[in-house]
């Protein structure tokens, strides 16, 4: 034994490792672990932008008005009631009664004007009683700015303890839903004027859970609100853990074994291996999204010719792009906006997969057999988005498709920040572009109004122009009856289906397994994660 | 020694600024904004005006990099874009968690490494020389992506001895001191802690650990052979010492030197392996926060840490220097 005490650090080496592994874990109880992909930027709802912040915001903030448990219709939420005068300018919130933040100060109409007046550029508020002063922003709010909302609230009022009134510069019909959304979340002043930089990561609201701690890239934890003011249901968990797990098959890994209890964005394929597994639950939600593919309608033969749109429509098998690309999670677009939205035009049949109706199309357009197009260039999504898993792979299904038609598609990508860029520009090296949406609110004036109505800002990533229809969405944007304006935007709808300016390819179901113990877990369209009523059993 | 470490140290400044000027405008002119990613589909003309007057954006370059150095005079790296937080928070909170795992994967590395190479060296063509240098072929072969995940399915999924991911279960307490978990639950006395740090600390390391062990053996291997055949050797044979004291007292110490210069190199590979280690293991790490603020264009994440990363090579490679000093007396460091 020349090596003795070599092989004698080994083993106990080896001894020590196996004695550590041989040690049990300990169990946890009413504690949930949500594994997700990222960490969260940061919680300050006014200024944060991603779907990983603000799932971890949808417990701690609650809103003037909540969106329901499985839709985008309105409820009440911090404002219990609201009127909204004759002229559709004046919106007067009444506020719920007895709720405090939960550092212990009391809700009241003062932190409404506080929580939405920070966004505003000109603070044109009014505090009842002794108020705040407001500190500069120290960045813009990326979301009320994109939203155009100081364009839309001319001045915020509170009245008293329990009354505020927003008073709008002009009629804007989404408002109300507008109010629901996380930016307009309602937080404690006090707690933001301690130390406004930190905030973000301080963050402190009326919801069912307390912030409670954060390990940057591993996870948020957050604690029961014993005090929850909304005594008709939960919440029931005692803790909620917001795990970050980068890599999809490792958190579907460690949903299987037990370590996570719901797995955001498995791989599809693991979508398989969960319906197999008797201890999950698969909850399933038709996302409210649509990936599109556009034309560049800053130049010909794109801008005006639309037979050659809809050959190019009616030639891309989308059916076989959402079985084979989607994995089954998603389904055709007929409409850009999803079905289960109001204002869905459910006449429309959408474009059927038709080689010879698309190359009679071609000849319609000039283009017979693809003649005279030359080469073009369909430009594909580097990233994948909730929208659309795999934006490289469907360019090539859709150029092969194309190729029947006669037309030849260069298939082109950038990073995404440039991809982002560069189509903003409409460059003449862009002939079709993917992209896509998410909904904020539920209003379809949040899909077809920003996405198609290039007339009313040149920020519109389609630069679609047409009088008709910004005419429509002007109309729906300042008539406040909603049958109104579901009829208003189901005859948009038609308009956009006869003229083709877009190709809606599909709306992608979101499906996140969850251990068989996970009570009520409800996934909502707009993405937010609310845990108010879920419990384990 | 003393004046050389200073010396050494003092280079360290014109290097690092010719590190900064090099990543800032590599970052710069390479396409990509940080605006457009932060905003993404729903950007509008005037909000991304608006995020990129605050982030000095729409200065020109050179008043960039001339408010970078300003602020890097006054020992300040920054504020992230993304997450608002000062750059140096950032590394604090993350870079206790990377050299927890780059150091015990060296440490694997080192062990395992130098054992094989010593034991592959004084068994030449042995089957062990063979098996050990075919293992070490095939662990510099190994993509860490898969290997980890490899282990996982081993050791996790089908045999449930380790933990999958992250550096300590939910459930388990530990008072912060340090951020090295290890060592704040030795520190603060806490078993439970200590044992769950290392149950989760285990895979990542060995994970890490097989490009720089597998290099180590082979070179360990090599240099032993090497010196083994020196005629001091046979002396020290001739003289009827043990094979112990030849092979570790003769031998080792003067075939350490290639030995300690290529552990010296391995720490920096193991900080680049650990971006992947990280991702995989849900390590939050320097390397994984590196990564990201690539994807996202996070411009003083990546200046920040580049310089912070750069700085720690240099000392590494300045402790490397010292060591041979120590390691050989006849090399004199000046």
Redesign the interface.
Known sequence: M??KP?VQF?LL?LIL?FT??A?P????SK?L?FGRG?DS??LDPA?E?DGNSFMVCDNIFEALVAYADESTALEPGLAKSWDISADGKTYTFHLQKGVKFHDGTPFNANAVVFSIGRMMKERNVKFSGKGWDIPAQ???P?YW??M?MDDTIGSIEAVDDETVVFKLKRVEAPFLANMGMDFADIISPTAFLKNP?EF??NPVGTGPFKFAQW?????IVLEKNADYWDKSGGPYLDKL?F?????N??RF??L??G?IHICQFPNPADIELAKKDSNLILPTQPGMNVGYLSFNHTKEPWKSNVNLRKAIAHGINRKAIVDNIYQGMGQVAKNPIPPTMWGYNKSIPGYEYNVELAKEYMAKAGFPEGEGLGEITLWSMPVP?PYNPEGQKIGVAMAADLKKLGITARIVS?????Y??RQ?EQPDDMDLFQ???TGDNGDPDNFLA?LFDGLA???V?TQYKSEAYHGFMLKGKQTVDQAKRTKIYEDALQLLFDECPVIPVAHSTVIWPAQKSVQNFKLHPTGSVRMKNVSLK | MLSYAIRRILILIPTLLGVSIIVFLMLHLTPGDPAELLLGERATDEALHQIREHLGLNEPLYVQYGMFLKRLMKGDLGETIWTRQKVWVEVKQRFPATIELAVTALFIACLFGVTLGIISATRQYSIFDYVSMLGALTGVSMPIFWLGLVFMLIFSVNLGWLPLSARLSVDVDLQVITNIYTLDALLTRNWVALKDALWHLIMPAVTLSTIPMAIIARMTRSAMLEVLRQDYIKTAKAKGLSQFKVVFKHGLRNALIPVVTTIGLQFGVTLGGAILTESIFAWPGVGKWMYDAVTQRDYMVIQGGTLFIAALFILINLCVDILYAIINPRISVR
Do not use: F, Q
């Open positions: 020349k090596h070599m080994l080496c490792i550590i592994v040690m874990g300990s169990a946890i504690t672990v990222g930027v940061g200024y932008t120290e960045r813009p990326e700015v994109s155009e930089k973000l990561r390990i940057k890239d591993d996870r853990i795990r970050s797990i980068p890599e098959s490792v890994l460690e299987k074994t370590n988005r950038y990073d995404w920040g440039t982002l860029k903003r992209l896509g949406w920003v800002s040149s920020s990533r």
